[in-house]
């Protein structure tokens, strides 16, 4: 993610409630824009766009790659599957 400096910590609250991991945080100066590379789940990522812009008030963007799989606690596994109509 890249937001502008005075938006930062708006965005970091966001992605901590998304259940984010964060690998590296560059808080830019005053009229810089700051940096935040994070592990999200795919699932916490949806609609992310929208909120994004909201909170930064349009002076942000964010990249998404994948980074790799992990498995998920037997509590999110039930939540998945009740989701999904398998349980």
Same mark, same amino acid.
Do not use: H, W
């Given at each position: 993610?890249?937001? =502008?400096?005075? $938006? /930062? !910590? &708006?965005?970091?609250?966001?992605? =901590?409630? $998304?259940?984010?991991?964060?690998?590296?945080? %560059?808080?830019? %100066?005053? %009229?810089? @824009?700051? /940096? #935040?590379? /994070? $592990? *999200?789940?795919? &699932?916490? +990522? #949806?609609?992310?766009?929208?909120?994004?812009?909201? +909170? =930064?008030?349009? !002076? =942000?963007?964010? *990249? @998404?790659? +994948?980074?790799?799989?992990? &498995? *998920?606690?037997?509590? !999110?596994?039930?939540?998945?599957? !009740?989701?999904?109509?398998?349980?």
């Amino acid at each position: 993610v890249s937001c =502008a400096a005075d $938006r /930062t !910590q &708006s965005v970091l609250n966001d992605l =901590a409630r $998304r259940k984010s991991e964060f690998l590296d945080v %560059n808080q830019g %100066n005053k %009229n810089e @824009m700051s /940096t #935040i590379l /994070t $592990r *999200t789940p795919l &699932s916490e +990522l #949806i609609g992310y766009s929208s909120s994004l812009r909201s +909170l =930064a008030s349009g !002076q =942000a963007n964010f *990249t @998404m790659d +994948l980074d790799g799989y992990d &498995s *998920t606690v037997s509590e !999110q596994k039930q939540q998945l599957l !009740q989701k999904s109509g398998q349980l």
